[in-house]
């Protein structure tokens, strides 16, 4: 099974200044036939569903603001908001799904406001 | 637009079986794109992945979970359900179902039902 690491479990960022989360896997989620990277990256908002931000690594979701954006292959990924805004609070949380059906979640970091 | 809703009892006691279905609306279950999902989130804690379902019935389950989860479909309702047995105060989530799109173009778990709280107590 594939583990997924994230960190840190939370920061906290001043408005306008970038958060970066960091997600390792315990094995490469990039599927060689079609060099594509099988990771997503959610929303979640207190009270609410997570949200699909971003998948295959780096591809934002329909209507997702470009301050959102993803990167990394294999087994390293980071993901980041390139200026905090006061609406981006929420808890991130990365997921493979090279097992797909089958799918694992990252424990998820916690964003706040400095 | 696809809408997704769950439903159940929110109080389910120790040793017994916790029951939910899934509605879905503005949409058929029944396409080859898609997999149908159940994720659960404890109070305070992260989302875990339960298991996944394909209209033809196909099942998938987490391992650490797959000894006590049933996961089946009814296409005739536009519905599935999901199962699992002998539950402890572990058990005690917000239950979600989710669809699973596995296009070339989008990939993840688009649509989200708003989450139903199930607590494990006497």
């Known amino acids: 099974d594939i583990v997924m690491t994230q960190s840190p479990d939370s920061l906290a960022v001043s408005l306008g200044e970038r958060a970066t989360i960091n997600c390792k896997s315990s094995q490469s989620v990039l599927y060689s036939s079609n060099n594509k990277n099988y990771l997503a990256w959610y929303q979640q908002k207190p009270g609410q569903p997570p949200k699909l931000l971003i998948y295959w690594a780096s591809i934002r979701g329909s209507g997702v603001p470009d301050r959102f954006s993803g990167s990394g292959s294999g087994t390293d990924f980071t993901f980041t908001i390139s200026s905090l805004q006061a609406e981006d609070v929420a808890v991130y949380y990365c997921q493979e799904y090279y097992s797909t059906p089958a799918l694992t979640f990252g424990g998820g970091t916690k964003v706040e406001i400095k | 637009q696809l809408q997704l809703q769950e439903s159940g009892p929110g109080l389910v006691k120790p040793s017994e079986t916790l029951s939910l279905t899934c509605t879905v609306s503005g949409g058929s279950i029944s396409s080859n794109l898609y997999y149908w999902g159940w994720v659960r989130q404890p109070p305070g804690k992260g989302l875990e992945w339960i298991g996944n379902i394909y209209y033809s019935g196909t099942t998938y389950y987490n391992p650490s979970l797959e000894s006590r989860v049933t996961i089946f479909v009814d296409t005739s309702k536009n519905q599935f359900s999901l199962r699992l047995s002998s539950v402890t105060a572990a058990d005690t989530a917000v239950y979600y179902c989710?669809?699973?799109?596995?296009?070339?173009?989008?990939?993840?778990?688009?649509?989200w039902g708003q989450g139903t709280t199930v607590t494990v107590s006497s």
């Open positions: 989710a669809r699973l799109i596995v296009g070339a173009d989008l990939y993840g778990m688009d649509v």
